[in-house]
């Protein structure tokens, strides 16, 4: 299947995308001990079996769990949310993993990735570090290393991300996937939001359309140029004429930026 189609079907197997555990109760929102935070996981195996195992170990342990179970579903997750770690098979029914973790490093996709592969030669786990994931696990494996490895992937983000991104008027909650302006809670879809947050990240910094469309469409094909321009026109309607000022600067021929 050639890449763009994969990532147009990727929207499609988007449905796939199975959440577990949201938000499990107020224990799942303290990580570490004292702190509110919620640690997203995505698994992205095809094995049902192995994938319950893994998702039953990281929700006891008060992580929220997301399933992908083939590379458009992972794709289509990533795309939607950020995650703060990745557990990655690499035999997927629609592709490798391999080329998943090359492309997300490709786009800047920062997230831990750790390999779970029955791909246990040295070569293997040297060209799975070399592409960008941050540990490598041989199948069959335990449950406990696996966990172990896990929570030693948490210590080292040394940045955690925020949960919340204010910038002016504007504050998102990632969490809770709201957004809200002057306290006022603001409708967003789901890619709306996600376009939001690219620039909440990058408050005052130039988004290039390709860097923008990337991120969004996961895609650095010709994307219809004019959807993002859609896009921002109907995030501008729903942000600056309740915010009665401009909030984005179009940078002609360029790209956008949160002002
Ligand atoms: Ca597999």
């Not at 070569?123 to 290393?145: C, H, I, M, N, T």
């Not at 990240?201 to 010709?222: C, M, V, Y």
């Amino acid at each position: 299947m050639e890449i763009k189609e994969a990532r147009r079907a990727g929207s499609y197997f988007g449905a796939a995308v199975v959440y577990w555990a949201a938000l499990a109760g107020p224990q799942a929102r303290r990580w570490p001990p004292g702190a509110p935070r919620v640690v997203k996981v995505l698994i992205v195996e095809d094995q049902q079996r192995l994938a319950q195992l893994l998702k039953q170990g990281l929700t006891e342990r008060s992580y929220t769990v997301a399933w992908a179970r083939s590379c458009a579903a992972a794709r289509d997750a990533l795309c939607e949310t950020s995650y703060d770690l990745i557990i990655l098979d690499l035999g997927l029914p629609d592709g490798d993993g391999l080329d998943l973790l090359r492309e997300w490093r490709k786009n800047g996709f920062k997230e831990p990735v750790l390999i779970l592969s029955a791909r246990d030669a040295v070569q293997d786990r040297v060209k799975g570090l070399d592409l960008g994931a941050d540990d490598y696990l041989s199948k069959p494996f335990s449950l406990e290393e696996l966990l172990a490895r896990v929570r030693s992937q948490l210590r080292r983000q040394s940045d955690v991300k925020e949960t919340v991104l204010e910038h002016g008027v504007l504050r998102l909650d990632l969490v809770k996937q709201a957004a809200r302006l002057n306290g006022q809670p603001v409708d967003l879809t789901r890619r709306e939001f996600a376009l939001l947050e690219i620039f909440m990240q990058n408050p005052g910094r130039i988004l290039t359309r390709t860097l923008i469309s990337e991120k969004i469409w996961a895609s650095h094909f010709d994307v219809d140029t004019n959807l993002l321009d859609v896009y921002m026109s109907r995030l501008r309607a729903k942000l600056e004429k309740p915010a009665d000022k401009p909030l984005f600067k179009t940078v002609r021929g360029v790209g956008y930026q949160l002002l």
